[in-house]
């Protein structure tokens, strides 16, 4: 069964949704022998107590006023399209796709709701769960990174692999995935739809995340276009080589402009940071940064803004 299974999973969503393998095909017994809970091909109406969340959600968001908007939209007209569960065991079930309808129908104080029923493993779930969420327009790039990144590392499968699961170019894949490289203010700001997902790739073409938050911050107060922020992406990265050369050629800038330069530097990741952030530097350019931390909680939360 599972050489199958793995060959059903490289033909993407629908393969599996189609595959006699993940039906389930019993039914109740007793006085409801006659309602269904999973005939193959068939949908069910099945107690919303009965149903967990997806743990593979690549979705982490979910907008409150969205949900009372579409659960607005279920009291009137009911549920237009079926969700999909797996059977995880006597009346128990997982949501494989469909948790905004879900979530809904819990708000708008149904009981139960109509359901395609699957058998699949977690591998199965999570590419399913990970193919269906990618395909919605408005699923926002950090949350497709994100999924993209969990396919390469919960799947095992290359950046060539993904790209053919999911029907994209590896370009496509490999630029999403650069994304998750951002600091993590930048990345909420690309999920809050602050800046687009070009402004984020423009940034990207800065290296040092200093003048990433700088270049984010010009973006935000000054309403640059993509291209603007590309053009000082550029300036930004033949300054730095313009210095990497004036270093090595022991024709530097002046030690007033320089230290002006460290100073702004020094700024931004004390604010990013929210600490006391200190920079030091030697005349043959190295130098340290030293972030203090008050507690372990502290030194947590700066962990996280690193992403370790």
Same mark, same amino acid.
């Given at each position: 069964?599972?050489?199958?299974? *793995?060959?059903?999973?490289g033909r993407g969503l629908s393969a599996l949704? =189609? ?14 022998? @006659?309602?269904?809970?999973? %005939?193959?091909?068939s949908v069910a109406v099945i107690p919303l107590?009965? +149903?967990?969340?997806?743990? $593979?959600? &690549?979705?982490?968001? #979910?907008?409150?006023?969205? !949900? ?33 309808? #879900?979530?809904?129908?819990? !708000? ?5 709701? &109509?359901?395609?029923?699957? %058998? ?6 999570? =590419? ?5 969420? /990618? ?6 790039? +950090?949350?497709?990174? +994100? ?28 630029? $999403? ?5 951002? &600091? ?10 602050? /800046? ?6 423009? /940034?990207?073409? %800065? ?8 270049? #984010?911050?010009? +973006? ?8 603007? %922020? ?13 210095? =990497? ?20 530097? *020094? ?5 990013? #940071? ?5 920079? @030091? ?7 340290? /940064?030293?972030? &203090? ?16």
């Amino acid at each position: 069964m599972s050489n199958n299974k *793995r060959s059903a999973l490289g033909r993407g969503l629908s393969a599996l949704l =189609e595959s006699a393998e993940t039906d389930v095909t019993t039914r109740s017994s007793g006085a409801n022998a @006659s309602t269904p809970t999973g %005939v193959v091909g068939s949908v069910a109406v099945i107690p919303l107590e009965q +149903i967990e969340p997806n743990p $593979f959600q &690549p979705r982490t968001e #979910f907008k409150p006023e969205e !949900l009372k908007e579409l659960s607005q939209s279920i009291k009137e007209q009911g549920i237009i399209q079926p969700i999909t569960v797996r059977k995880l065991g006597y009346d128990k079930y997982q949501i494989i796709s469909g948790e905004r309808r #879900f979530r809904a129908s819990k !708000l708008a104080g149904l009981e139960a709701i &109509p359901a395609y029923i699957r %058998v699949a493993n977690d591998q199965g779930m999570l =590419e399913m769960a990970l193919v269906e969420n /990618i395909q919605r327009q408005d699923l926002n790039p +950090i949350d497709v990174a +994100i999924s993209y990144k969990r396919l390469i590392e919960e799947c095992s499968l290359t950046q060539e692999q993904l790209s053919e699961r999911v029907g994209k170019n590896r370009t496509t894949v490999t630029n $999403f995935v650069r994304l998750l490289k951002l &600091p993590p203010e930048i990345q909420a700001a690309l999920r809050d739809n602050r /800046i687009t997902m070009g402004h984020a790739r423009a /940034i990207l073409g %800065v290296d040092d995340i200093g003048h990433q938050l700088l270049l #984010f911050k010009e +973006i935000l107060e000054k309403q640059l276009s993509v291209r603007d %922020v590309e053009e000082r992406a550029r300036q930004a990265s033949g300054k730095r080589s313009q210095r =990497e050369n004036q270093s090595a050629s022991g024709s530097g800038r002046s030690a007033t402009q320089q230290q002006f330069e460290y100073e702004k530097i *020094r700024k931004v990741l004390s604010s990013h #940071f929210s600490a006391k952030v200190q920079l @030091s530097h030697q005349s043959d350019g190295s130098g340290k /940064i030293t972030i &203090p931390f008050g507690s372990d909680e502290d030194l947590n939360r700066i962990l996280e803004l690193l992403n370790y």
